[in-house]
């Protein structure tokens, strides 16, 4: 091997016993690396690769299969031996795992905000049921009251991104967490570009910016933009980012951002009552607006007009990764939205719905 081989290995090695450091100690993960490493990655980040005028992801994508395709190329032509190209590419595998951690993956480490907040108590069925009706018949009422603007939505994606980001700023400095005003959520086109691996958005620690599939309905960005760039924020937890999303959201004065924070909340009330309360569920779905509907549907097809791509695969490989990254509940985390939300509303009952 090798001095770049060793010194890979190494970075590897000195990442991985970070590793263990940080999860032995959540504290000196917020202190070390949150308020210390990860927040100055971010300041620079943001003051400079944020402004390019397209996705990092295209630019990091690129930069993986013209190495991969090189690396290919010199074995095929006998200009490296098998055991170089097999070392090189676990070398450029390791930097990628090194890349990952600390240039966002040891967030992982950090106290989730359900338990920060003791947000993960179990909720009765009877608390379930009353959610349901309340969040149905706010949904309703905002689509009424605000019919002209909801028919027809904002469309620039810079405004959204924008307008949102300050949203999201805004929940994190109010609660005394740290914001990052150059953070991005980039449009990622062409439509499906995600949507054919069943994701609605993702951030990739690679590019160090959010990204959400150009082909969502209109009634989906917004607080799909939002519970990315919580990511970005910091936070690793689905429910987490759920939870932020829906709060920050739905203290905007745009009648639009706040409607879709409501709705997509609602849809986890619905999925919820689908499986588990299938008589409630009907009655649910014959009582609200056709407009409600219509927005429903425009969801629906939005997200299944693109055939998954190994979809047995995906659901597999990111219930490893959540898993293995502390999120035991794997991808039931997204929904644990539900009782964070019912207790966050019983123990800032005033405060909530004065907001």
Request: charged share 15%.
């Amino acid at each position: 091997m090798s001095v770049c081989h060793f010194y890979c290995f190494g970075f590897l090695a000195f990442s991985l016993a970070a590793s263990v450091f940080f999860n032995s100690n959540s504290a000196l993960t917020e202190q070390i690396y949150y308020r210390l490493i990860y927040s100055n990655f971010r300041w620079l980040w943001d003051h400079s690769f944020s402004f390019l005028p397209l996705p990092v992801i295209y630019i990091w994508l690129a930069f993986v299969f013209t190495y991969t395709f090189y690396s290919f190329y010199q074995y095929f032509k006998n200009k490296v031996k098998y055991t170089k190209l097999i070392i090189n590419l676990l070398c450029f595998i390791s930097l990628h795992i090194c890349w990952f951690y600390w240039a966002w993956g040891y967030n992982y480490n950090r106290i989730q905000l359900g338990i920060r907040w003791n947000l993960y108590s179990d909720i009765t069925e009877n608390e379930f049921i009353e959610a349901l009706k309340e969040q149905t018949q706010l949904v309703g009422t905002l689509r009424i009251a605000d019919s002209i603007i909801l028919d027809a939505p904002m469309q620039n994606p810079l405004a959204l991104e924008s307008e949102v980001r300050k949203l999201i700023n805004n929940f994190q400095e109010s609660h005394g967490f740290l914001s990052f005003s150059g953070i991005r959520c980039r449009d990622l086109k062409p439509s499906g570009f995600l949507l054919i691996w069943a994701a609605s958005g993702v951030y990739l620690p690679f590019c160090s910016e959010s990204q959400i599939d150009a082909g969502l309905s209109v009634y989906s960005k917004p607080f799909t933009i939002a519970h990315e760039l919580s990511h970005g924020m910091g936070w690793t937890h689905e429910g987490d980012c759920n939870l932020i999303a829906y709060l920050a959201c739905r203290n905007s004065k745009n009648p639009y951002i706040r409607y879709c924070a409501e709705l997509n909340y609602w849809r986890y009330l619905l999925s919820h009552a689908s499986r588990n309360f299938s008589e409630i569920y009907n009655q649910t779905i014959s009582q609200i607006p056709l407009k409600v509907k219509s927005d429903l549907l425009s969801i629906h097809e939005a997200n299944n007009r693109y055939p998954e791509f190994l979809p047995n695969f995906r659901n597999w490989f990111y219930e490893w990764y959540l898993i293995k990254n502390g999120i035991q509940s794997g991808q039931k985390s997204y929904t644990e939205l539900i009782p964070m939300l019912i207790n966050y509303k019983k123990k800032n009952q005033e405060d909530f719905y004065n907001e």
